[in-house]
């Protein structure tokens, strides 16, 4: 029996064994568990399935063991999240500190760093949102004016960041700030980590068209951040911010796995509103649409995964995954787009007499318009693809 052969039968009874059956399932927005200082659990199976992967380092399976995470190599990795999937097993806790901050810290981080901030992210025990865009500086990043002067061993902020998810319920933030205004503007910039209950943070809701609050605008006065907490060196933070901003865009290039929604798909809802006694689909324009969302779907899949493997050979393009947040994301307006047009009236769900799923269609089609937006719009997207992927002249 071949290694991961092996690896892969022991993943499986791991996960049949230990994996509660109601989490196995995608979950509702109320169903996640988000690490943090006040984690909170919806049932006492989250509490469980949270426990053992936290046990084995399976929140983190691909991180060295020193920091919490399990050591899995790059196929071993790719196996559990196959095995995971097969499943359905849902993520034993969210956190952009596993998705975004923790890579970082994992690249450009001093061992210090590492060892104080890694472990709390594989255990729940901290729950990070990012400060990047600001009021003036949303897809010019760059033009970032939130200023951190020195004082001595700390630096004091000032400004504020806009669209920073979670920040009223997040531990720590990594942020983005100006620390030489002389400096070119994709100079200067400095990377910080600091934690959001310091004196002079303030963080402010913002309700969304969905009537979802995640989104915040978070003020900075005067806030002291000692300087060892800069992430990598002193106005060279865009080097890291880059990094970061690809961690996120390969994350929303597969919207479809990550997100949180009822669960519904153009085929159930084709089904649902437009199929016959047998539940096939009799619309043949509809039938076809539904057709072509799966293939792409499915080609944007392997795709992926394909430059998956080809990193692991080392002969990956890095160019090729500037693609995939903007295929990613466009692919999942269109999705919603097909949804609410076969549901029909059902899709204007929003009060008394719709379902909790057709209210939450209504919420899901609003929300993935914001997705082509988040990250980079879909517009500067394409920008960097015909810059750095295609190499085309920008006059």
């Known amino acids: 029996m071949s290694d991961s052969k092996a690896f892969r039968q022991e993943i499986r009874a791991w996960l049949e064994e230990n ?64 095995e995971m999937t097969r499943l359905n097993c849902r993520p034993p806790q969210v956190n952009l500190g596993i998705w975004m901050a923790g890579p970082a810290i994992l690249e450009f981080g001093t061992e210090e760093q590492k060892r104080e901030h890694l472990p709390k992210i594989a255990r729940g025990e901290i729950r990070w949102c990012q400060g990047y865009s600001e009021p003036g500086a949303g897809s010019d990043l760059a033009g970032l004016q939130c200023k951190a002067e020195s004082d001595g061993d700390e630096y004091v902020i000032n400004g504020s960041k806009i669209w920073t998810s979670y920040a009223d319920h997040s531990d720590w933030i990594y942020c983005l700030v100006r620390t ?32 979802e609050t995640h989104f915040c605008q978070t003020f900075f006065d005067n806030v002291r951040v000692p300087k060892k907490n800069a992430l990598g060196e002193e106005n060279k933070g865009w080097t890291v911010a880059k990094r970061v901003l690809e961690f996120e865009r390969d994350m ?29 689909v009799t619309d043949e324009v509809f039938r076809h649409a539904i057709a072509k969302h799966e293939v792409q779907r499915r080609g944007l899949e392997m795709s992926q995964q394909r430059m998956i493997d080809e990193y692991m050979q080392g002969i990956g393009d890095p160019r090729i995954a500037m693609i995939f947040k903007y295929v990613g994301t466009e692919e999942e307006k269109s999705k919603y787009e097909l949804m609410v ?55």
């Not at 509702?28 to 988000?34: A, I, L, S």
């Not at 929604?261 to 159930?268: A, D, K, T």
């Not at 914001?370 to 879909?378: D, E, F, L, M, N």
């Open 341 to 395: 047009k076969m549901a029909g009236e059902h899709s204007l769900g929003w009060g008394e007499g719709y379902t909790e799923n057709e209210i939450q269609m209504t919420k899901d089609w609003m929300g993935a318009k914001t997705h082509s937006i988040a990250g980079g719009t879909s517009e500067i997207q394409l920008n960097i693809i015909a810059k750095r992927a295609l190499g085309l002249p920008e006059k």
């Open 19 to 82: 994996c509660p059956e109601s989490m196995r399932s995608k979950a509702k927005p109320e169903e996640q568990v988000w690490g943090g200082r006040n984690i909170q659990f919806p049932s006492e199976d989250a509490r469980v399935w949270f426990e053992r992967c936290v046990e084995k380092g399976y929140c983190v399976p691909d991180w060295p063991k020193e920091y919490g995470g399990a050591g899995f190599d790059q196929k071993q990795t790719r196996i559990f999240q196959q």
């Open 252 to 280: 929303m290039s597969d919207m479809e796995s990550t997100a949180v929604n009822s669960g519904q798909s153009p085929r159930s809802i084709g089904q649902k509103f437009l199929g016959d006694e047998d539940g096939r």
């Open 180 to 211: 030489d205004s002389d400096a070119p503007k994709h100079n200067g910039i400095t990377f910080l980590l600091f934690d959001m209950a310091s004196e002079g943070v303030e963080a402010k809701p913002i309700e969304l068209i969905t009537g």
